[in-house]
């Protein structure tokens, strides 16, 4: 059965430096998403995008994030400069489409350890 | 796990019970839910799925409960196999504005032999 993919597994970073997740989509997925898990709380919306553009975000994707589909296969999320609250385990997600029936299938994640 | 440390209410049930797994939401506008699952380590993994214009869904062994009225939703999972054991999460969305899924808090199935 075709997966999200996500690397890395585990990112160390030092604080105020960037870093860069990445995902593989389902191929025949059109939506592309990240939430994100800090540890102990619920899963959180961060982003959605659509034909190569953000359609929906939420108030956490402030200016230090930003979403890329640099070719057709991956889809990033990268931190400009990393604060120590940004640790949590990080999902990328995708979707053929929108509407019901058509549901958002997860990656296993990338667990981010700002130190 | 991501888990750790979330006060999640436990379900625990013996090898070959059944299981209901209850949720509630607050978004009366909701119109589409999904159940999760998501095992150590893991992502969360697609179970079922219900549409608002329905109120009962079947899958294999799950079956999907919704009760507008009382905005409740459960799963149901026949002969639970300790494979089951895991955090079940519900999450709604409300497709007329916006594609993203809100997620509940989460129940942890313990399945004992």
């Known amino acids: 059965e075709p997966e999200v993919t996500q690397t890395p597994s585990h990112q160390v970073t030092q604080m105020g430096q960037e870093v860069i997740l990445r995902c593989v989509p389902i191929s025949n997925h059109l939506y592309f998403y990240w939430y994100r898990q800090i540890l102990g709380q619920k899963v959180e919306f961060l982003v959605s995008f659509y034909n190569n553009e953000i359609s929906e975000k939420s108030e956490i994707f402030d200016d230090q994030f930003s979403v890329e589909r640099p070719d057709g296969s991956n889809f990033t999320l990268k931190i400009r400069s990393t604060k120590l609250e940004d640790s949590a385990m990080y999902f990328c997600?995708?979707?053929?489409?929108?509407?019901?029936?058509?549901?958002?299938?997860f990656g296993d994640g990338t667990r981010l350890s700002i130190l | 796990g991501e888990n750790v440390g979330l006060h999640l209410p436990t379900l625990s049930v013996q090898e070959g019970d059944n299981s209901i797994i209850n949720c509630a939401y607050s978004?009366?506008?909701?119109?589409?839910f999904i159940w999760y699952k998501q095992e150590s380590g893991k992502g969360p993994q697609f179970i079922i799925d219900i549409r608002s214009n329905m109120d009962k869904r079947q899958g294999q062994r799950v079956t999907v409960l919704l009760n507008k009225t009382v905005k409740h939703l459960s799963l149901q999972i026949a002969a639970t196999q300790p494979g089951d054991s895991a955090v079940y999460f519900c999450?709604?969305?409300?497709?007329?504005?916006?594609?993203?899924?809100?997620f509940g808090t989460g129940t942890r199935l313990q399945v004992f032999p």
């Open positions: 997600a995708s979707s053929p489409g929108t509407g019901g029936d058509q549901p958002q299938h």
């Open positions: 978004n009366s506008a909701s119109d589409y």
């Open positions: 999450a709604e969305i409300a497709y007329y504005n916006t594609d993203k899924l809100i």
